[in-house]
């Protein structure tokens, strides 16, 4: 399979995720992957500004457009695509709330970012958990290779930081691999994510 078609795959399956995101938001069926003793930890107040902005712009271009395109075929075109893009902003933002990070029972992680990222940790990999408040410029997902350090941020900050006992692989939005050996994440809460790893770890 060559690149350009693995790509479209990847954005393929990433709106059927989306839309599976908006469906369980709706029918109010909990985190996804949430078992039993595990703790979910959201990080979605930190964009909440930046959706709100981005869906308001979206609805007020999509009636705008509708109002002042007269050839109907052009008007139909811009509509349904301004309908897919307010859909999509509602998907992504939902696809972060019923996609938290996780803490296991048993110490392990799962950092995630909606359905873009999704890092699991096992127990025995997680070696520290600490709060460690960072901002920082780029995207959502910053990867030093030579260093093993990722940045998973929202909103340009992090809070947590995440050491492991020995590299882990990932994949990116895009399908490609990644590797780490301590990750910056964002929690909203980031002092009850740390003492609840600490806890679950002292526990297991």
């Given at each position: 399979m060559s690149t350009a078609a693995r790509v479209v795959r990847r954005l393929v399956v990433h709106e059927l995720v989306l839309f599976g995101c908006l469906l369980r938001w709706l029918a109010?069926?909990?985190?996804?992957?949430?078992?039993?003793?595990?703790?979910?930890?959201?990080?979605?107040?930190?964009?909440?500004?930046?959706f709100w902005i981005m869906l308001t712009v979206s609805v007020v271009e999509t009636v705008v457009l509708a109002l002042i395109i007269p050839w109907p075929l052009v008007h139909l075109v811009l509509l349904v695509l301004g309908i897919w893009g307010t859909l999509f902003a509602v998907e992504f933002q939902l696809s972060c709330v019923t996609r938290p990070h996780l803490v296991g029972v048993d110490g392990s992680l799962r950092?995630?970012?909606?359905?873009?990222v999704d890092i699991p940790l096992p127990a025995p990999l997680v070696r520290e958990v600490r709060v460690d408040r960072r901002f920082r410029d780029g995207g959502l997902l910053k990867v030093d290779a030579e260093s093993g350090t990722v940045d998973l941020?929202?909103?340009?900050q992090t809070s947590l930081t995440v050491e492991l006992s020995a590299p882990v692989t990932f994949r990116r939005p895009l399908g490609r691999e990644a590797t780490a050996r301590v990750i910056h994440c964002h929690a909203?809460?980031?002092a009850a994510?740390?003492?609840?790893?600490?806890a679950a770890r002292a526990e297991a």
């Open positions: 109010r069926r909990g985190p996804h992957g949430l078992e039993a003793g595990d703790r979910a930890f959201g990080y979605v107040a930190g964009q909440a500004a930046v950092l995630r970012y909606g359905a873009l941020g929202v909103a340009g909203d809460d980031a994510f740390a003492a609840h790893w600490r």
